[in-house]
């Protein structure tokens, strides 16, 4: 098959199994629906914790990198409008060894969202019951999970599995509806906190001023607080990309569109829940500011100034929309395993499906990881660092592969094109690995833990599976830029603390970053493999569809 029929089948109009009914705004909103989860419920709060009213700052700046990424996802996601894309780019430009490394980073990523949206759901219910009690950790505030919050967890993961496995076509149908109640209820939380009550002085009230804990805290907060956790959703218009019906406008303008549109509703609630908090609830510093019921924080806002019909709809909410956000990633995480399975890169029986076309297997074992991900993460404040960084950490693959594609098929159709991709990219990579190195080595260490478990997983399927050991070895040379890239990360975050100079890590971030953007680039995989690539993604993407359209 030549390249451009491969292009040509990749990216029209009437390729088989897609259906391009999916216009500018429904992406969008796709788009905005995926982004606004528990995140913001939180965020506020955390981050004012651990950047004072520059927090504010913080949110522009998380917004602004994961434009970066978006933007680089978005010629991908047009030029291969596949399912699963995340996790195939890369195994397109690099190979089966970087492909399947990636693909497991974003797959442990993804297991983790659904147990973090139940923790979230959890915290706001402590309201009515005890599901979580109060902890100091490394000295920040967290609430964990108490037995009967674990326990109600577990259920909760269950109904997440279960509904999954019957089908969910009624959900479907309401996901605009569900979509509308998540703006609505953002836009009138600022509102009201607004007209409620506004003290401008809350923004230098504190000895440290504006910028409480300098520039550190910024940063910080970007990856420790929620706030890129809370823009993570953007990629639904990238993976929607095949049901669109003019990918070339329509991707693009819910990429940019949604994380605009979410980082203006991100930072003016956190203008508005740093001017609605009374003065005499504002501690000498940033990092002790506590209230009653707090476990809520915006519910608790809402008592506190009075608007008791507010906080009725926010723990209504609280509940809502991190329930459906945990049901999306439950059948995404299995989707992914599914992907993996078919891909050869995990083993066959995560393939295995029921009548329904339920990946029964991948179902399964998405729900007992996320039981296990409980114990070392039993708080949604220790959790949020784990997915950010595990998640971004699977993006850092995507402006490498974009970049190495634009060599190796450069005249493949691209209905996006970037400008200034070599820019562009190397920004998006280079602000991946910041967003890890911000994360703190407290919590990267299980990501890299995780990561060594999974190299170790495949050394295990590959004594037993020829085909596999084959196909690894033949194009580890092509990917090998993934271990310097992830041990250089984990060696930058066990430096940072350690103590060592933080301009001497930046620096080095740079020089790993520059390091391996080129390495990758010039161990790319060959453009005869390239297109042989993209034709198996192509059909694999189409019998995973067809097998999910039955779920």
Known sequence: ?????????????????????????????????????????????????????AAIISWALGGIIIMFLGLCFAELG???????????????????????????????????????????????????????????VNGTTVHVLTG???????????????????????????????????????????????????HPSNFTATQSGFFANGWTGVFSAIATSGIV??????RQGIELAGETDNPKRNVPFAVIGSVMVTMLLYVLLQVVFIGAIPHSLIPAHWADLNFTNDFGPLAAMSSILGLTWLEVLLYIDAVASPADTGLIYTTASARIAFAMGRAGAAPRALTRTSRRGAPVVSLILTFVIGLILFLPFPSWQQMVGFVSSATVLSFGSGPLAVFSLRRQVPDYSRPFRVRGLAVISFL????????????????????????????????????????LRDEVLRTFRHGAWVLPW??????????????????????????????????????????????????????????????????
């Open 1 to 53: 098959m030549t390249q451009g029929t491969i292009a040509r089948e990749g990216t029209g109009t009437d390729g088989p199994g897609l259906h391009r009914r999916l216009g500018r705004v429904g992406l969008l909103f796709a788009s905005v629906g995926a982004i606004i989860g528990s995140g913001w419920l939180f965020g506020a709060l955390n981050a004012a914790r651990t950047a004072g009213p």
């Open 78 to 136: 047009t030029m291969f409008p596949i399912a699963g894309g995340v996790v195939r780019f890369p195994h397109i430009a690099f190979g089966s060894f970087a492909g399947y490394v990636t693909g497991w980073v974003t797959w442990v990523a993804a297991m983790a969202v659904a147990p973090i949206e139940v923790e979230g759901a959890l915290q706001y219910a402590t309201r009515y019951f005890a599901f979580t009690r109060t902890e100091s």
């Open 148 to 198: 009967a919050g674990l326990v109600t967890a577990i259920v909760l993961m269950a109904v997440f599995v279960v509904v999954n496995y019957l089908g969910i076509t009624w959900f479907q149908r309401i996901n605009n509806v569900l979509v509308g109640w998540k703006l609505a209820m953002i836009v009138l939380v600022i509102a009201a906190f607004g007209v409620a009550a506004f």
């Open 229 to 234: 956790f809370s823009y993570l959703g953007f």
């Open 428 to 467: 998006g990579f280079l602000a991946s690995n910041l967003i890890v190195f911000w994360t703190g080595w407290d919590t990267n260490w299980k990501l890299f833990l995780a990561v060594l478990l999974g190299l170790v997983l495949l050394g295990v399927q590959m004594t037993t599976r020829p085909h």
């Open 486 to 551: 992830l041990a250089g990360l984990a060696l930058v975050s066990w430096l940072d603390a350690r103590h060592v100079s933080t301009p001497l890590l930046y620096l080095l971030t740079l020089a790993l970053s520059a390091g391996v953007y080129w390495m990758a680039f010039a161990l790319r995989l060959p453009p005869e493999e390239v297109l042989i690539n993209i034709e198996a993604a192509r059909e694999e993407s189409l019998v995973e569809e067809e097998v999910f359209e039955k779920a």
